[in-house]
């Protein structure tokens, strides 16, 4: 079954989703920054540079899967930013989920996150790295 959903997420939709995925997720920092900004932490200096950053490399990185010729390397650099981003979904576990004036979810989902959907965009972004579908 492994086999058959790494297969999956080598073929030409997958790829698509993933580049639309971190495309739109790239843009979102721009169009909702106080989405972003509190789930930096605090720790962090310029949380709002961090946030204009994460943006433009999410879209970059994007483009970067969508051609053939790059695709490793973007993948691996999606591999990169996701390790990057733990400390958040960590920061927002220890705020106990919720954000004032912003993101509030039971406190499972906040670890749900970390340990489950981030390994698979992990994987996802794995996988998209040894495809080689031309998608153009």
Avoid: D
């Amino acid at each position: 079954m492994l086999k058959q959903i790494g297969n999956y997420l080598e073929n030409k939709w997958s790829l698509r989703l993933l580049t639309g995925f971190y495309f739109i997720a790239g843009l979102n920092h721009f169009i909702n920054p106080e989405f972003y900004i509190p789930l930096i932490p605090a720790f962090f200096e310029n949380p709002e540079k961090i946030n204009i950053l994460s943006g433009i490399a999410e879209i970059i990185l994007a483009i970067g899967v969508f051609f053939y010729p790059s695709r490793k390397t973007a993948s691996y650099l999606i591999i990169a930013m996701l390790l990057a981003f733990i400390p958040s979904h960590v920061y927002f576990i220890q705020l106990g989920s919720c954000i004032e004036i912003g993101l509030c979810v039971p406190e499972w989902i906040g670890w749900f996150r970390l340990l489950i959907i981030h390994p698979a965009l992990l994987f996802w972004a794995w996988k998209s790295g040894k495809s080689s579908s031309v998608l153009y």
